[in-house]
């Protein structure tokens, strides 16, 4: 499945979300001031995959303080760990909370900039993902 199909896929149904309303520079600011041992990311055109798991998966990801919920994201405005924008996209580990349009997963935060959407899906199809050469899962 090429990228764009994905998308599509994606988006289609999707609820509409407001992220952080700041400008890209002053975003990384806050960031920068509230950064703590977690890198962190600042994200536009992102969208947040309720992922669809059986009841035994969604235990054990409560057991570790997870929810079965993941972030994709197209544009990385910033990133701590290279200091600077990188191409390409990304897509999260699940998520530990969702704080303010700030989505923090184990080891990462992930400031979410401007529109963005919500949707649930299967696992089948957020692994997907890892198939398409435009996406790759962040390891945090």
């Given at each position: 499945?090429?990228?764009?199909?994905?998308?599509?896929?994606?988006?289609?149904?999707?609820?509409?979300?407001?992220?952080?309303?700041?400008?890209?520079?002053?975003?990384?600011?806050?960031?920068?001031?509230?950064?703590?041992?977690?890198?962190?990311?600042?994200?536009?055109?992102?969208?947040?995959?309720?992922?669809?798991?059986?009841d035994k998966d969604?235990?054990?990801?409560?057991?570790?303080?997870?929810?079965?919920?993941?972030?994709?994201?197209?544009?990385?405005?910033?990133?701590?760990?290279?200091?600077?924008?990188?191409?390409?996209?990304?897509?999260?580990?699940?998520?530990?909370?969702?704080?303010?349009?700030?989505?923090?997963?184990?080891?990462?935060?992930?400031?979410?900039?401007?529109?963005?959407?919500?949707?649930?899906?299967?696992?089948?199809?957020?692994?997907?993902?890892?198939?398409?050469?435009?996406?790759?899962?962040?390891?945090?």
């Amino acid at each position: 499945m090429e990228a764009a199909q994905l998308a599509h896929f994606f988006l289609d149904g999707a609820e509409h979300v407001e992220g952080l309303p700041l400008a890209d520079d002053e975003l990384v600011e806050v960031a920068k001031k509230r950064f703590g041992a977690k890198p962190f990311c600042v994200i536009r055109s992102w969208i947040l995959l309720d992922v669809m798991v059986s009841d035994k998966d969604e235990r054990t990801l409560e057991d570790q303080g997870l929810h079965p919920t993941v972030m994709l994201g197209r544009e990385i405005v910033f990133d701590s760990r290279t200091q600077g924008s990188r191409p390409g996209g990304l897509r999260s580990s699940f998520m530990h909370a969702l704080v303010e349009s700030v989505f923090e997963s184990k080891d990462t935060l992930y400031y979410l900039a401007g529109p963005g959407f919500r949707k649930y899906t299967s696992l089948t199809a957020v692994l997907t993902l890892d198939n398409v050469g435009e996406v790759t899962q962040d390891a945090t």
